[in-house]
């Protein structure tokens, strides 16, 4: 979906978009609900919907990023993404834990309940929001689908510095993103399947987020941000392996 989610943003109405994602994965939200109420929620259900809620999303998260840079000035790029990481990261120290309380609880078609509540409130605060739409000034280059891509990669291919950059990232993200598959199932392998260990893990990572996206916020970054970059996945890489090689609660 990263190939054609450009091309989409670029075109589309942003807003829509984003409703139109938050849609997906509220209806998707329900079809699991039903599936495990009625007792017919198999593997393959999962395999499928993750997919659809994964390619949405992934439309709907280009969007965001996109539209930050038509909401705020250049020199507050860094900051802005940090708040919109904080964000995120906050919304982690509290989810995982408290999840790890309720599926005791209300089992998980109340947690999933609750997902589908939470699609409400954000379809409804997006209904009031203006976002800017960009303005396309190479409109020949964009004519055609096939073209479209092909002008993407020909003006990455024409930028060797964004090339390489990108290049190292999508390297870190392959290696970082195997790492994060295997987070759920070592831990909760280690710790006897216990929900709320898991929930307290993750948490505490939110609680780094958070404080790194802080200090982000007010610091800025550094003068040249490749250093900041690189040091950013030295600090992921070290934490990593420490993490896998542990077998502890405090450790983790």
């Not at 190939?3 to 984003?18: F, Q």
């Not at 909401?71 to 904080?86: D, G």
């Not at 710790?191 to 982000?216: C, R």
Request: charged residues 10%; contains cysteine; glycine residues 8%.
């Amino acid at each position: 979906m990263t190939i054609v989610a450009g091309l989409i943003v670029d075109r589309v109405n942003r807003k829509y978009i984003i409703i139109f994602s938050d849609l997906v994965a509220a209806i998707t939200t329900l079809f699991i609900c039903y599936l495990y109420s009625t007792h017919q929620l198999q593997v393959w259900h999962l395999y499928i919907i993750a997919a659809i809620k994964g390619a949405s999303t992934e439309i709907q998260t280009l969007t965001y990023s996109a539209s930050i840079s038509l909401l705020v000035t250049k020199q507050h790029y860094t900051r802005a993404t940090s708040m919109n990481s904080a964000i995120h990261y906050g919304s982690i120290i509290i989810a995982p834990a408290l999840a790890g309380v309720l599926y005791y609880s209300i089992d998980i078609t109340g947690i999933l309940l609750i997902d589908l509540f939470t699609f409400i409130i954000a379809i409804a605060s997006i209904i009031k929001l203006h976002i800017p739409q960009p303005t396309i000034i190479e409109q020949s280059q964009y004519t055609g689908f096939w073209r479209g891509i092909l002008f993407g990669f020909h003006y990455l291919m024409s930028l060797p510095s964004l090339l390489t950059l990108l290049t190292a990232s999508s390297l870190f993200w392959f290696a970082h993103d195997i790492g994060a598959t295997l987070f759920s199932p070592m831990i909760l392998a280690r710790t006897d399947n216990n929900a709320k260990v898991l929930g307290s893990i993750s948490s505490a990572a939110g609680l780094g987020g958070v404080t790194g996206t802080l200090l982000l916020s007010i610091w800025g970054g550094s003068r040249r941000r490749i250093h900041g970059f690189l040091l950013g996945m030295i600090g992921a890489g070290v934490s990593k392996t420490i993490f896998g090689l542990s077998q502890g609660l405090i450790t983790w």
